[in-house]
């Protein structure tokens, strides 16, 4: 149980336009989700906390124009990536709280999305 | 500030050998820590963690790891390495006292068990 899918896997993108990256809890419903971008010295940064049903909440840094993130259902968060950049380039990775989870509960993390912007 | 450190960016070990990972960390109060363990561009995966109680968890995988309250250290430790343990191992804490969800990550450090 706990599942969490990301799609797509990896994506490539031009500079300029935008991507779309989607995270879905499989069999349970996620009150709160959280965006992490990887950068290749192995660190995990979180981006936002995206809550069902009300805006997302960024980390000090992160461009929300930028970075647009929706949480419109329990089963579904979504991370668009504007007119990204070649800096933009990096691994994604969303978890997940299913609700009532407790503070000293685990996430549960999707499979990440590699995007590379050329 | 809080802080997690994983000094090592790379351990490596014999396939047999015990194996050991470290981890300190800086965070007000009595923090939640955890491991999590990254195969290549996967997500993470949870391997254990600590809430109270014995200082020695044991989680999935056969790991465990001991938490050590005077050092600020929660190691992550198997007596026997597999070469399927090498890996991208995270360390993570959250803070109790926040009444939030969120990770305070290590930098990770990068298991290679040599056959």
């Known amino acids: 149980g706990a599942v969490v899918s990301q799609h797509p896997s990896w994506v490539i993108c031009k500079s300029g336009t935008s991507v779309k990256i989607e995270c879905r809890s499989l069999d349970f419903q996620a009150t709160t989700m959280f965006w992490y971008r990887q950068f290749p010295k192995q660190s995990l940064m979180l981006m936002a906390t995206s809550n069902e049903g009300s805006k997302a909440t960024y980390e000090q840094g992160v461009e929300k124009d930028k970075f647009l993130i929706n949480h419109a259902s329990l089963t579904l968060s979504t991370l668009t990536v504007t007119s990204a950049h070649p800096e933009d380039s990096s691994f994604y990775i969303c978890s997940a709280r299913p609700p009532g989870a407790s503070y000293n509960s685990p996430l549960h993390f999707g499979n990440g999305t590699r995007l590379t912007v050329t | 500030a809080q802080s997690v450190a994983q000094p090592e960016d790379q351990v490596n070990v014999a396939e047999g050998n015990p194996l050991t990972v470290k981890c300190t960390y800086s965070v007000s109060g009595n923090p939640y820590l955890f491991w999590y363990v990254q195969y290549p561009n996967r997500g993470l995966q949870f391997l254990l963690k600590?809430?109270?109680?014995?200082?020695l968890v044991k989680g999935s995988y056969g790991f465990e790891a001991e938490f050590n309250k005077s050092q600020t250290s929660f190691h992550l430790k198997k007596p026997s390495a597999l070469v399927s343990d090498s890996a991208l191992y995270f360390c993570?804490?959250?803070?109790?006292?926040?009444?939030?969800?969120?990770?305070?990550f290590g930098t990770g450090t990068r298991l290679k068990v040599l056959a």
């Open positions: 993570a804490v959250r803070d109790r006292a926040s009444g939030t969800y969120k990770y305070i």
């Open positions: 600590y809430i109270t109680g014995d200082n």
